[in-house]
Structure formats: structure tokens, C-alpha cells
């Protein structure tokens, strides 16, 4: 009697247990959810690009040579065509000395035979030849002078020395800058956009500009150019954005660009943990509706709903993946008060 007595009350224990698990598995899952709102959305197109003025131009030697002598002065205003530096151009004035030597000596030469020609003294083919090495020699000559030009560099235009590379006594080579000539203002930003994203842009988008010089301050300028053949290497376009008068960027200054392609001051926001493969589950009492969405603008905590969703409504962030469209739900103790 005592075992049978043993025996019901184990079966009434495990029975407790076994109601008590199922009801444990059975019951809604719990799940957090918030509110779709309105706010400001934001499609940005980014790119990095670097401050340079309008008018500006890079000056380098258009041959190898020393530097000799550097006669302006960065921050000093060079008008067009002024002396910036010259090269040691010792070799070429010796080379042309050469040249004036050898067409002086046939330009006479020339003039002997043109006088004994007259007398029929020389045939006229020796005549012909003798003015025919003469003007070359003079060709020489005039080619020598002006290679003697070449190791002198010039201002390309009026403007201030805004940069100046090398010094006296240093070879410098054709691929060298060793000026930069240009105007304070007005400034751009030259800058690179992906290929996959220049059809998005056009001539006259706001542009907001970021610059680790200017921490926390965000700055404005307008896209106004866009080259019309890319860098197939890089894939990328070049773009140019203008920057008003009293911006407080400066010359050579990296920053970061978000090119507004389209703003909407009152979007339908979600959170950006609601969404899941194109839809969202909302929160109708205690039973949820998977809903697709068309997504707009999205970033990493809000999203832009296009359409399937008003503000208000409340959508499960983070859905497990066992949650399915009208399973009931529960929701946590703070979350039903709202």
C-alpha cells in the first residue's frame, strides 16, 4: 500500500512538471519593439577630396638640371611671366657658342662662294650647298637660344607663390613642381566619386564637407563640375565642388564630402534592426503582421520606409528567426504601458 502511495505521488510530480514545461515552451516568445517615427532622411552620395584655389598652376623645370638661383618667395605675389628660378645652363651657353661659331664660319663661307660664283669662278651646286649647310648651322643656332630659355622657369600667370620645392644647388628633373603659383580665393574641393554612384550626381547638389582640421564642424559647398571621362583603373570620376568665399578651409586640406542627392525633411522612420528580408513584423496587440517594406535612405540605426508602414506603428527590433506572420508575442512589463 505504502509503495502504490509512492508510486501516484511520483506520477502526480512528474506530472506537474511535464504541465508546467509545456506551458513553459508554449507560451509567446518575447520580443522588444519600438515606434516608427518621422524625421529627416538623407541620401548622401560620399567621396574624399582635397581643398585646391580656382586658379592655381604647378611650375617645374622642362629639362634636368641644378638649381642655381630661386627668386620669389612663398606668399609673394609674381606677375606673368616673371623669373621664379633658373637652372645651371653653363653646358647649352657652351653648346651655342659652338653653334655661332660653326654658322658665322659657313655664313661666310657662303658669301666667298656666292662672289666667286658671280665670276663664274665656282660651279653653282658648291654655291647651293655651301647656303644650304649655312642656314642649317643658323637653324642650330636659333634652336640652341631657345634651349637656353628652357632652364629658366616663369610665372604662368599673375598670382601668389603658394608653395615653393627645392633648393639651390639640387637636381631637379621634368617630373618635379618646384612652384605653385595660384590665387587664396576663390577654393574647390577636387574630389573622386565611385562609378557606380556618378550617375547620381549632378551640377548644382548641396554638399555638406567634413575636415579633420575643423573637428565637429560641418561645412557647406556646391558640386559644379563633373569630369566627363573617368579613371577606368580606378574606377572613380573626378568632381568639383565649390566653396563659398568665407570658407575657413585652406589650401591642401583633405576632407570628406556627402553629395545630397535627395533630402525629406518628414520621412517614415524604422529602426534598422526591424527590417528583415524586405519586411517587418508589427505589433498589433499581442499578435504580429509581417509587413514588406521598400526601404529608402538607409543608414546603421534608422531606416526610410517608402511604403508598407505610418508613423506609430510599433515593429519587433531584432525578430528572432522562429518569429512568423500572426504568432502571438509578448512583450516586455515597460513596453506595455506605451
Known amino acids: 500500500m505504502r509503495r ?26 518575447l520580443v522588444r519593439a519600438d515606434v516608427v517615427t518621422l524625421g529627416p532622411a538623407v541620401d548622401a552620395v560620399y567621396a574624399t577630396g582635397t581643398v585646391e584655389p580656382v586658379l592655381w598652376a604647378r611650375i617645374g623645370p622642362l629639362v634636368k638640371g641644378r638649381l642655381i638661383a630661386l627668386e620669389a618667395e612663398e ?3 609674381v606677375r606673368a611671366g616673371q623669373v621664379l628660378a633658373r637652372l645651371d645652363d653653363s653646358v647649352a651657353r657652351a653648346q651655342l657658342a ?22 663664274e669662278i665656282v660651279a653653282q651646286a658648291a654655291l647651293d650647298r655651301a647656303e644650304s649647310e649655312a642656314r642649317a648651322a643658323a637653324a642650330v643656332v636659333a634652336a640652341a637660344r631657345q634651349r637656353l630659355d628652357d ?12 608653395r615653393r620645392d627645392g633648393e639651390i644647388g639640387e637636381v631637379v628633373d621634368t617630373g618635379n613642381t618646384v612652384f605653385v603659383v595660384g590665387e587664396r580665393r576663390p577654393l574647390r574641393v577636387t574630389a573622386e566619386v565611385d562609378e557606380e554612384d556618378i550617375l547620381r ?7 555638406l564637407l567634413k575636415a579633420d582640421a575643423l573637428p565637429g564642424r560641418v561645412l557647406e559647398g556646391r558640386l559644379a563640375e563633373i569630369t566627363p571621362k573617368g579613371d577606368p583603373r580606378l574606377k572613380v570620376y573626378r568632381v568639383r565642388i565649390a566653396l563659398p568665399d568665407d570658407t575657413p578651409l585652406l589650401v591642401g586640406m583633405t576632407v570628406e ?4 542627392v535627395r533630402e525629406e525633411p518628414q520621412a517614415v522612420l524604422a529602426p534598422a534592426a526591424s527590417v528583415r528580408d524586405g519586411a517587418v513584423f508589427v505589433v498589433e496587440g499581442d499578435v504580429v503582421r509581417r509587413v514588406p517594406v ?9 531606416v526610410e520606409a517608402l511604403s508598407g508602414l505610418a508613423p506609430g506603428m510599433r515593429v519587433v527590433t531584432d ?7 500572426d504568432m502571438r508575442v509578448r512583450l516586455p512589463a515597460n513596453a506595455l504601458a506605451h
Not at 319 to 325: K, N
Open 201 to 207: 550626381v549632378e551640377p548644382g547638389q548641396r554638399v
Open 75 to 77: 606668399g609673394e605675389r
Open 98 to 119: 659652338e653653334a655661332e661659331a660653326r654658322a658665322s664660319f659657313l655664313r661666310e663661307e657662303a658669301g666667298r662662294l656666292r662672289a666667286l660664283a658671280a665670276r
Open 319 to 325: 525578430p528572432p528567426a522562429t518569429l512568423a506572420d
Open 257 to 260: 564630402a556627402n553629395i545630397i
Open 151 to 162: 632652364f629658366v622657369m616663369r610665372a604662368p600667370m599673375e598670382g601668389l607663390v603658394l
Open 4 to 29: 502504490l502511495f509512492r508510486l501516484l505521488v511520483m506520477l502526480a510530480l512528474f506530472g506537474g512538471v511535464g504541465a508546467a514545461a509545456w506551458w513553459w515552451l508554449a507560451r509567446p516568445p
Open 294 to 302: 521598400r526601404l529608402g535612405v538607409q543608414g546603421p540605426l534608422k
